[in-house]
């Protein structure tokens, strides 16, 4: 008997903030309502990530609801966060509190989830990175989740990649200092770089909005390395990699997560071509999860997924199976539902979580190739 979220037979109106818990189950006890909150960056200078993953919940919300008919329904408030560590933070709050939602995905950036995840964590309320690829986000606290592949493990599969087919010696490395995820991508290049034993010849660094890439480049190029390690978000990030074609750079290019996006086709044009990423997720993969996820994806926007659309996509599966779990729509039952899951195999592959809740999990090496990215081989 699900003791909680009884909507009818209960004459005392729930009280606005109940902590999730009076979420509604049928009154037959047999239909679960989730309503689960979403944070994303939906408007200003990285909507294109926050239109991937909107589009990935939502594919995946009319097929779970179909598949659940009868056990659960869930709903999605969706808040645009426009890629703020403020805006996050009232998105948070005003999910957790006025539409007392179960749980949240989101928000898009690791910057905003330093912001953000410690008001769910504080609320006791589940929030669900699907893009947050630095490190330290679980350590936020225990009720702070992802299903996205940190750059520890993404960025040196590629760098060990272009080393070895490329024979790179020497790099040098560029990023938005004052973007969180820029500035972890960028530790983890400089890292892996040190491990395997390449020279550093340059770095240098610039600001998310700036459109003048020109003075570090010009420097960067004079330093004569074998390879830019770019780690900046899309926008940024691409005008970078154009800027560095224009000025006649002609080694190998290689970015982080936030290169994941066709508009890095539509910003740097040409000059994208042969920049090297990584990514948990690629539509060319031949395997028939993934190739269903593509043909309804196209079949509903006409267009292939990225790999925002697919971490998007897959952590609805999580909370879906994570809720049937619980049995009822409770924040503190799902936080132990989440806790448990030990392996997942959605559509950006098979994860599994550490002590820590962080993903563990293969990165593919895709290679930008006339105006899409392709298996680097
Ligand atoms: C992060 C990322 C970005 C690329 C998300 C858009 O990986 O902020 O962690």
Redesign the pocket.
Known sequence: VLMVGCSSGNTSAPAANDGGAKQEASADGQELTAKIGVVS?LSGS?AA?GEAQKAGLELALGELNEANKGKLKMELKFEDSGGEKEGAINAVNKLINQDNVVAIIGP????EMFAAGPVANEAETPIFGI????EGINDIGEYVFRN?LPESIAIPTAMKAAVEKKGLKKVALIYASNDD?SVNGYKVMKATAEKMGLEITGEATFSNGDVDFSAQLTKLKQSNPDALLVSA?YKEGSMVVKKARELGFTGTILGG??FNNPKVFEIAGPAAEGLIVATPFSPEKQDDKVQAFVKAFEAKYNKKPDQ?AAQAYDSLYIMSQSLLGAGKADREALRGQLAQLKDFTGVSGKLSFDEKRNPIGDAVVVEAKEGKFVPFE
């Open positions: 960056f990285g990530y898009t950036l690791s910057g893009s947050n690829t630095s996205s995820f978000l997560n936030g925002f």
